[in-house]
């Protein structure tokens, strides 16, 4: 940064876009083997390659904004976008599942017996798990802004025990939710109604799981410390993709599991 004379980040070449297709590649053909076949070899290769290359990549970036110092305000506000239209995107993601949802319960038709929830569907009682996942969520939606507002006031202590809790938080959100799958009185071919309960729920399981990471290694980052009142936006990023989470199990909770039920 000392020898330039713009603020922005150039970055230099970089093996892992192409590793990481290549993971992406050897993924897909291997699940599409597997759904077809025994074999399950090339998916795991694939996986492997992936989680290698993400560690390496985010190894990378982590220099670049800590230690090179290449991660100037101007970059920042750069990713700051970037990080808004990818969760824009995400956002439209799940609605194409809530239109799935809304385009058969509103109308049934003759398949399902004219009735939401179908006929032999014994949906959950929205007042038990549900409600009690939902409990969780809004609880680590405080504590990631506690986190944050800690942070902003240089109380260090305060951000790693908050950002502690979410992580918990979100471990046992994730421990309810498969515990309900576990014990579902329907599977994901049962009808519209399993699939796009399934699929809608399940994808936003998957959410909080990669949340709870990207929080937790921000909070390895801040215990590093990485982290300044200033310069922190690994920490918003993380923060932001956990609002969104929550956001989105508030509208599950409402439509799928209390009006949908």
């Known amino acids: 940064m000392l020898t330039q004379n713009h603020p922005y980040h150039l970055v230099n070449v970089s093996p892992w876009p192409l590793t990481g297709a290549i993971s992406a590649l050897f993924m897909t053909l291997g699940m599409v083997e597997w759904f077809n076949t025994p074999q399950n070899y090339l998916m795991k290769m694939g996986l492997i390659m992936m989680i290698l290359t993400m560690i390496q990549w985010w190894r990378d ?24 239209l990818f969760i824009t995107s995400e956002i439209f993601f799940f609605v194409s599942f809530f239109w799935a949802f809304f385009h058969s319960s509103l109308a ?72 309900e799958y576990v014990e579902a009185s329907f599977s994901i071919a049962d009808s519209i109604y399993g699939s796009s309960f399934f699929m809608a729920t399940g994808f936003h ?29 690994g920490f918003e990023a993380a923060a932001w993709y956990w609002h969104f989470v929550d956001v989105v199990w508030l509208f599950l909770y409402v439509t799928i599991y209390w009006w949908g039920n």
Not at 61 to 84: A, C, L
Not at 146 to 172: C, D, E, F, P, R
Not at 211 to 233: A, C, D, E, V
């Open 205 to 233: 399981g998957i959410h909080v799981i990669i949340g709870t990471i990207f929080i937790l290694m921000m909070l390895i980052r801040q215990y590093k410390p990485h982290f300044s009142n200033m310069h922190h936006f």
């Open 108 to 179: 049934p038709n003759i398949e399902l017996g004219i009735m939401w929830p179908p006929k032999s569907i014994t949906p959950f009682n929205p007042l038990q798990i549900p409600l009690l996942n939902t409990i969780i969520l809004l609880s680590s939606g405080i504590t990631i802004t506690w986190a944050h507002h800690a942070l902003l006031k240089n109380n260090y202590s305060q951000t790693i025990q908050a950002m502690l809790i979410t992580v918990v938080l979100g471990i046992y959100f994730t421990i309810l939710q498969g515990y």
């Open 61 to 84: 970036v982590v220099r670049e904004s800590t230690f090179q110092g290449n991660h100037s305000f101007k970059v920042s506000r750069g990713m700051r976008w970037g990080m808004i």
